[in-house]
């Protein structure tokens, strides 16, 4: 998150460095901050704004900037992820949750009634799984021994990674990591200085040099002054520096999470050989986790911020039954030693869910099962799911479609009045439609099946934790187990409003699946008809790609290669 204001007072102090010279040391990579670069260059390679770059899209970029880096003989030694957050960023992190709500909301005022324009001007906000979505590419590719999920901030063991590295050099987009404690030979990069096609440049900092041309033995003081007071001059921030009492109690707490101690080498040493942070986490799941863990009695879950429709009610209400049985598997407090079912035990009553309600991003108590509760809730769930999946084997679905209709299933229960088929289908194959309703029901979606997600790793918690357990609970959870470990990835399962169409749908089957489903819900299917101007359009629309279609294909074969020539049979 760094220090604000940090980064620009320093700039005139970053140097080029050669690519020749980088050759042979070992990469460090901020794997947040990667992701958010790849966003990026995502969007970069589009050109212009007519549509947006997909979660897949978005990850072969990161992927192909991790391989042109090796290209230059820069080995990737690690590319670290956040475990958890501490709480000190705690206002700074719901800061920029209604920052990012004041983005929608303002999109929202610009474009009133319904039509809404794909929304590149929200950039990030609309990836508000980008990190997980990442790491999960990254898990299937060639970097997977390099990727690690670690205990708090991946920026703060940026640091460790660097000092147990040869030839170190960190890339990251937080200029926190300026400030601690390196060897002579180590750079820093931040991903706006790199630049790997067509020619690589880099531009970076030694902050051991950098401190030295200050006079200073580190940075540390130097950040102090500025978190101080932001406005001071260069030369009064510098003299500010010199002059820091390092025995004050507010320097001391400053600088500690910077300085290397015995403790935090140790820790390190320990994590690297006995690694605790389970590999396969959100990050959100992994602090509700680090929470139960401990002695907080209500235990703080930041739902990821959706881009969805602010007048209308919170798509996060999609999926509260399934977060709910989620949660409750660890109501549990840890400082218990009875038996699972013991009514002795001291068990948490609620989780709280940040989440936008209105205009605003507030708490959201989530009132949790009890003890006697969690068994029925647990065996109904698994029944569901499991009648979900028998269904969708009986009629052959196809696999990128399963998940998708289960939450589409899910969804229409919950809503007052159900859409068209056709307006499903579009949702449903990315076909956005340029309307609030659209980028609306996509964000109903998206919780529905992220809700899916935080259970699928909420029953591989609780199975790790009673692998010997053999009452009822353990019987349902196999089931759920065994139906949820099947869910595609993120880049998979989440499709974002402007992205190209999802291409190979058998349109015919998902509209006969879609009737069944609303037949079997009782839900009335509502009218296809459309206005006569309306159906012009549409058939004007549809005359005119086709007529594009096949221009491309008169003019495919006016350039064919001449290769081809050489390939055809003679007359």
Aim: glycine content about 4%; aromatic content about 10%.
């Amino acid at each position: 998150m760094g220090i604000a204001g940090l980064a620009r007072r320093l700039e005139p102090y970053r140097a080029r460095i050669e690519a020749a010279d980088l050759a042979g040391y070992r990469a460090i990579v901020d794997g947040p901050s990667l992701a958010y670069h790849a966003e990026k260059l995502a969007y970069a390679s589009l050109g212009n704004h007519s549509r947006s770059p997909s979660y897949v899209d978005i990850n072969r970029k990161a992927l192909s900037w991790l391989k042109a880096l090796e290209g230059l003989n820069i080995k990737v030694a690690a590319i670290l992820f956040d475990g958890s957050l501490p709480a000190t960023k705690v206002d700074e992190r719901l800061s920029r949750l209604n920052h990012s709500n004041s983005r929608v909301r303002l999109l929202r005022i610009q474009y009133p009634n319904a039509a809404c324009p794909i929304p590149t001007p929200l950039r990030s906000i609309s990836y508000p799984f980008l990190a997980p979505s990442l790491r999960e590419a990254l898990a299937d590719s060639e970097y997977a021994s390099a990727t690690h999920m670690v205990p708090g901030e991946a920026d703060d063991w940026c640091a460790p990674y660097a000092d147990d590295a040869p030839r170190p050099v960190i890339f990251s987009s937080d200029s926190d990591l300026l400030l601690y404690d390196y060897s002579a030979e180590c750079r820093i990069v931040m991903f706006d200085n790199v630049e790997l096609w067509p020619e690589p440049q880099f531009n970076g900092f030694s902050p051991v040099q950098t401190a030295r041309s200050f006079g200073l033995t580190s940075l540390i003081p130097f950040a102090y002054c500025l978190s101080l007071d932001k406005h001071l001059t260069f030369s009064a921030l510098l003299e500010g520096a010199k002059d820091v009492d390092p025995d004050s109690s507010d320097y001391r707490e400053f600088s500690s999470r910077y300085e290397r101690t015995e403790t935090s080498d140790a820790y390190f040493e320990h994590f690297r050989s006995h690694p605790t942070t389970p590999q396969y986490l959100d990050v959100r799941i992994s602090e509700f986790f680090d929470q139960v863990n401990g002695n907080i009695t209500k235990p703080v879950v930041y739902l990821p911020l959706l881009v969805e429709d602010p007048n209308a009610a919170s798509a996060w209400n999609m999926g509260n039954d399934i977060r709910l049985l989620a949660y409750s598997l660890f109501t549990k407090m840890p400082t218990s030693s009875f038996s699972f079912f013991s009514p002795n035990e001291k068990h948490r009553p609620t989780v709280e869910e940040y989440r936008r309600k209105a205009q605003g991003v507030p708490t959201h108590q989530v009132q949790l099962y009890k003890p006697d509760e969690l068994v029925p809730a647990a065996r109904d769930m698994a029944d569901n799911i499991s009648t979900w999946m028998q269904w969708m084997m009986d009629r052959q679905v196809p696999r990128d479609l399963i998940w998708p209709l289960i939450a589409a299933n899910l969804v229409l229960l919950d809503l007052p009045k159900a859409p068209k088929i056709s307006f499903l289908i579009s949702v449903l194959t990315a076909d956005f439609n340029n309307s609030w309703d659209f980028v609306h029901l996509t964000a109903r979606l998206h919780a529905t099946l992220y809700s899916l997600r935080i259970l699928q790793q909420c029953v591989c918690m609780w199975l790790a934790e009673h692998q010997y357990s053999s009452a009822e609970p353990r019987q349902h959870m196999d089931t759920l187990y065994r139906i949820l470990a099947d869910m595609p990835g993120i880049a998979e399962l989440i499709l974002v409003p402007g992205q190209d169409k999802k291409s190979g749908v058998d349109l015919v089957l998902l509209r006969d699946l879609l009737e069944e489903i609303y037949t079997a819900a009782e839900m009335e299917i509502p009218s296809e008809k459309v206005s006569k101007n309306k159906a012009k359009k549409v058939l004007r629309e549809a005359e005119r790609k086709e007529r594009q279609k096949r221009e491309k294909e008169a003019e495919g074969e006016r350039s064919f290669n001449v290769f081809d020539l050489l390939n055809r049979a003679p007359s």
